[in-house]
């Protein structure tokens, strides 16, 4: 199935504007540069205040085979009829435009999404790895480490959309402590209004 336009998948409210955002991408490797390609994408939208409004995830068909299944169990059967990225940018765009986006190690996920048609709508972003040392005691500092020491439960690990909502789960730990980001909100507050990409789109595909 096909579509277009603003017709979106919704389980929860998506806010109008302004809020974070918490993406996870899981890949087929680790360089966009050397031909690998997300095969799953959630994003996790939260308000100002923290609370999630709106959740989103697919498996996405990244048109090779998926790399290491042992770590993210996503098996090249799984992806065969999912869309491509293409056929889910309006989903992803949108939730992200005028958002503030958050995810842990950024920079990895970054890398994926810079690399997209459209990607000009991610303006402000946040890493919660970065801001971890300075809420949470000394050690490793990779999500479930990260979230053992906050007291968040972190199940399916390296499962897409477990680990945007366990991400949220430590935005919020943060917030909890006094921590905000007024300018950051402000700032991606500030984006032009999101529009359709204008590519046909299809629903996404869980696993």
Not at 54 to 67: C, I, Q
Not at 113 to 118: D, I
Request: aromatic residues 6%; proline residues 6%; hydrophobic residues 40%.
């Amino acid at each position: 199935m096909t579509r277009s336009g603003p017709e979106l998948d919704r389980s929860l409210s998506l806010p109008a504007r302004g809020g974070y955002v918490v993406v996870d991408v899981e890949t087929t490797g680790f360089s966009p540069a050397k031909g690998d390609r997300i095969c799953e994408i959630a994003l996790v939208s939260l308000d100002e205040d923290g609370s999630t409004t709106d959740e989103w995830h697919s498996l996405v068909n990244p048109l090779r085979n998926t790399g290491a299944s042992h770590v993210h169990r996503i098996t090249d059967a799984m992806v065969a009829d999912a869309p491509v990225i293409d056929e889910v940018l309006d989903e992803v765009w949108q939730r992200i435009a005028g958002r503030v986006l958050v995810a842990h190690n950024a920079s990895f996920d970054l890398r994926f999404l810079k690399v997209l048609p459209g990607s000009h709508w991610v303006t402000e972003t946040l890493c919660t790895q970065r801001l971890a040392p300075g809420f949470l005691p000394d050690g490793k500092w990779t999500l479930a480490a990260c979230c053992e020491r906050a007291g968040i439960t972190l199940r399916n690990a390296h499962s897409a959309l477990a680990d945007a909502r366990a991400t949220a789960e430590l935005l919020r730990h943060f917030m909890s402590r006094g921590a905000s980001w007024e300018e950051h909100l402000s700032r991606a507050a500030q984006a032009p209004e999101w529009r359709p990409c204008g590519l046909p789109q299809r629903a996404p595909r869980r696993r």
